[in-house]
DNA sequence: ACTATATTTCTAGTTATATCGAAATAATAG
DNA sequence: CTATTATTTCGATATAACTAGAAATATAGT
């Protein structure tokens, strides 16, 4: 209903969706937690284990928790007196799915090199393909 | 100098400078001007032009358009009395390449799914292709 | 030099964010 | 039930961001 010519499909991101995420990732401590959880799944991480690994009082951790948390940039699921926290990375998908449609649009060679840089690290599916291509 | 394990390469960017630039677009009127600029390469958009488009206070709009500029997202260039302003395809290109880096070490499965669904619009040299598919 | 136009800088009020001590809640063990 | 551990919520302060009116700067035309 908000101005809505796209369809909407539930990868894609909207608008008010992405500014709260982009904005929890546009702190250096939140940054560091997101990239630290990334780099923990998918077992996750405790709430406590985060602020001690970064060095940041527990309550200050708690706070940017939870600014991610409501930007759904990651979980939480309580395990015993244990709250871990995991990265969701369909939310990391979709806010960089955003950011690129828009440069795509009608203008392919925008984004191109960009796959280009990607692909040697993320080729789709190594192990099933038949062969690649 | 700064716990690097990374080897600097210029398009890549580093956390100092991703964090101004998730800021910047971390707030629903830079976030629509940059989207606008995108829409407007290369020829680019006045900053008088961007503030009418936007329905915002011309000196309102100065200040964000330099934000977006400090962040390395946006260049200007006088053309006589205007300032034109410009999206930099290629910082949003590192930003985006930043986010992924830290999710495709050691594992591929996880970008690969992002660029499956950016293939169809932004596949390399899509004139190239005998067909599609 | 004067006027009109385009944009920025200055300034200030308002709102939002970051940080963290202290108290509160939740779960487990004895 | 009490003690211990893990985490969050409350409250208060400090810092930064957003907004926009008013003044300043820059360019072009007369």
Do not use: W
Request: charge should be positive.
């Amino acid at each position: 209903m908000t101005a809505g010519n796209y369809i909407h499909k539930s990868r894609y991101m909207e608008s008010e969706n992405i500014v709260p995420a982009l904005a929890a990732l546009a702190q250096s401590t939140r940054l560091d937690v997101f990239r630290l959880l990334v780099r923990h799944e998918p077992e996750g991480l405790a709430a406590g284990e985060i602020a001690r690994s970064l060095a940041i009082p527990q309550n200050t951790m708690s706070s940017h928790l939870s600014v991610l948390s409501r930007a759904g940039l990651v979980s939480a699921r309580r395990f015993g007196r244990s709250i871990v926290y995991r990265a969701d990375l369909a939310c990391l998908r979709a806010v960089v799915l955003f950011m690129l449609r828009d440069c795509c649009e009608g203008r392919p060679e925008i984004c191109a090199p960009l796959i280009e840089d990607l692909t040697p690290c993320c080729s789709p599916k190594p192990k099933k393909r038949k062969a690649y291509v």
